[in-house]
């Protein structure tokens, strides 16, 4: 992980990061103001709002060149903050890229976190499962444990168990850690507001939390979600599965046979003409024009996603007279020219 952020900061921050006397608080300070020459990704962390609606991870459409720059685009009247509440910045990092990240923070909740922790209400987290704690409690040993880093090996047994928790995780996306981060978050809230328990959760509790989100519209694709993330929540936990119980399977059932559910909507394919009327209309007056045509068309040529092109280097293209090499993680693929 150092390594992927020493090769994407600036030439200061990088000679900063070199000094081996960085401490965590140091090293925090000095990410806060580094600089990412190609500016990184922006997102809003998917949350429950006051209202009750449930907000998805959002990718912003511009991008940022540090954490300052990142919070100025959250100024946009678009993403306008519920009263009593404020955003927060941190910079994210996971085996494909780096991205700054913006999460809603109650600043009701914030004084509460403050003051001195109640002996019957708030307990202190650790490496065991919060069975029974708190749901922000339960929210935060999630996070904290899909967001584990493999740690460096010294030989000790404790080291190689905590490396094990790292690789469950590794083993799967990114972009599947995310999603389940934020579905579980919005299941604390919930159970939070209802007085239930989070971990573990009851069969009947599922079903009804399930079926609160068909009613405030969520697609059955996204509450299948939910459901897989409760579900992996107390397999890390060693605890019974609570989604697997038929109440929670029949309202599943009733939600994806419901007719007030929304409709799939129908995308249209993208053909090679429709790609060539967005290619005619980038005028090549300069290296941008270029490099733009030349993402659309290799995109469109090689099937590829848009992770997939924004991770693409030079040394992973090899070019011949007609047809390219180029790898992708794992994976080989040649694209026709």
């Known amino acids: 992980m150092r390594l992927r952020v020493l090769e994407q900061v600036d030439r200061l921050t990088r000679q900063r990061l070199a000094q081996s006397d960085v401490t965590v608080d140091v090293l925090r300070t000095i990410l806060s103001t580094a600089h990412f020459p190609p500016p990184l990704p922006v997102f809003i962390a998917g949350s429950t709002l006051p209202d009750g609606s449930f907000l998805p991870d959002t990718e912003l459409p511009q991008c940022a060149e540090h954490a300052a720059n990142a919070l100025k685009l959250l100024e946009d009247p678009s993403f306008s903050l519920p009263n009593g509440y404020r955003h927060e910045m941190a910079l994210v990092i996971d085996r494909q890229r780096l991205a700054f990240v913006a999460s809603l923070v109650s600043l009701e909740q914030e004084k509460i976190a403050s003051a001195p922790p109640r002996q019957d209400k708030v307990r202190s987290i650790s490496a065991p499962p919060p069975i029974g704690q708190d749901p922000a409690n339960v929210a935060r040993w999630f996070t904290a444990l899909v967001e584990a ?115 799939p909507r129908q995308v249209k394919g993208l053909t090679w003409e429709m790609v060539c009327e967005v290619v005619d209309t980038i005028p090549m007056t300069s290296l941008v024009d270029a490099r733009d045509r030349a993402i659309i068309l290799v995109g469109y040529g090689g099937a590829l996603r848009r992770s997939e092109l924004a991770a693409i280097q030079l040394e992973h293209v090899e070019g011949s007279k ?12 040649v694209l026709a020219i």
Request: hydrophobic share 40%.
């Open 149 to 263: 880093e493999v740690p460096k090996y010294d030989g000790q047994l404790e080291t190689s168990q905590e490396a094990v928790v790292a690789f469950v995780q590794l083993g799967k996306a990114a972009n599947t850690r995310r999603a389940y981060r934020s579905a579980i978050r919005g299941w604390c809230v919930w159970a939070a507001r209802h007085n239930l328990p989070a971990l573990p959760a009851r069969s009947e509790d599922v079903a009804t939390y399930l079926a609160d989100l068909a009613l405030r519209g969520r697609k059955p694709a996204t509450i299948e979600l939910h459901r897989a993330a409760l579900r992996y929540l107390h397999h890390i936990a060693h605890l019974p599965i609570p989604t697997t119980h038929a109440l929670v399977s029949e309202t599943l059932a009733g939600i994806h046979r419901s007719p007030t559910k929304t409709p």
């Open 322 to 333: 007609n047809r390219w090499l180029m790898r992708l993680a794992r994976d080989f693929r």
